[in-house]
């Protein structure tokens, strides 16, 4: 049997969680205060995710970057391959917010988005 202590980041309390796993298989989640802990935890040991932000070049705007995310989580494995995917695009102004910026990121079928206006 194994043991992993984590550090929830599902809401601000920060809680520490102990997860016990069998083969990879989670036999029991410890240590939370609500249900987004557990959720967190069962994931995080199994198919840990990440919601990525940046920013991407604007050619043309009134400022010369905007900031962007991951309009989902993307698997932690891929950020790298996400991130450099992101370093290498350009956009023209005007951009709005929730605008696509990339498409299916790193192949994993979740698209960048602004998150703000750039005129």
């Known amino acids: 049997m194994e043991k992993r202590e984590l550090t929830c980041i ?10 016990e796993l069998d083969n990879g298989e989670v036999l029991s989640v410890t240590g939370n205060t ?4 557990d959720k967190y935890a069962r ?3 199994t198919h840990p995710e990440r919601t990525v932000t940046s ?10 970057r ?19 995917a992101i370093n290498a695009v350009r956009v023209n ?11 299916d990121v790193a192949g994993t079928g979740v698209n960048v988005v602004a998150t703000k206006n750039v005129d």
Request: proline letters at 5%.
């Open 43 to 45: 994931n995080e040991v």
């Open 55 to 64: 920013t991407v070049v604007v050619d043309g705007g009134k400022a010369h």
């Open 10 to 19: 599902g809401c601000p309390m920060g809680c520490q969680i102990t997860v």
């Open 66 to 84: 905007v900031s962007v995310k991951t309009a989902g989580n993307i698997p932690k494995d891929k950020i790298f391959e996400c991130m450099n």
């Open 93 to 103: 102004a005007p951009v709005r917010i929730g605008d696509v910026v990339l498409s």
């Open 34 to 37: 609500c249900a987004i802990g």
